[in-house]
């Protein structure tokens, strides 16, 4: 992926007027384009948001469409979900094999803490901060209904914000 999708998408989310160095784009920008418009200045929670900013054309959200995910608010990867090349991106030192082969396993068992993950990794990868964990707070739901000839689908971003209740709507889209 080019460079300048980083500093664009950055200037995205960040709250500030002053344009990344290499292909960034604050409200100057998208207010000069036919469909003017000003960044979000906040992180995005969906990812069709993406096609807003610049350079992030239809084949680049393509690409980019099986690993990453927007969500309302920053939360730890969950490592017994995630596919082995997000694994391979978060984990300084583990190569793309690596993560293959911890995926594999488990495949067979999930992990159930974050040190049984981490026992698994080899001596030379570390995990920095945070960064996972082997649960989720937030479900996308898919849902496709059909009666008769006639189908409707539709998906909804779900948050679990308390243990003792049903998640709440993040979001909600017909397709």
Do not use: C
């Amino acid at each position: 992926m080019p460079a300048e999708l980083a500093d664009a998408l950055a200037d995205w989310v960040d709250a500030d007027s002053v344009a990344q160095p290499a292909g960034g784009a604050e409200d100057a920008y998208y207010r000069g384009l036919g469909h003017p418009r000003l960044a979000a200045n906040r992180p995005l929670v969906d990812l069709d948001e993406l096609g807003l900013v610049r350079g992030f054309d239809a084949s680049v959200r393509a690409r980019l469409a099986p690993f990453v995910t927007a969500l309302p608010a920053a939360t730890a990867l969950n490592v017994n979900t995630a596919s082995a090349e997000v694994l391979a991106a978060v984990v300084d030192g583990l190569d793309l094999d690596s993560a293959r082969a911890l995926v594999a396993r488990r495949n067979g068992t999930f992990y159930r803490n974050n040190a049984d993950f981490l026992g698994q990794l080899g001596k030379d990868a570390t995990v920095p901060g945070q960064d996972i964990r082997v649960g989720s707070d937030y479900f996308l739901v898919t849902l496709r209904v059909t009666y008769g000839k006639t189908q409707a689908r539709s998906q909804l971003l779900l948050a679990r914000t308390d243990a003792a209740r049903w998640p709440g709507v993040v979001w909600r889209k017909l397709r």
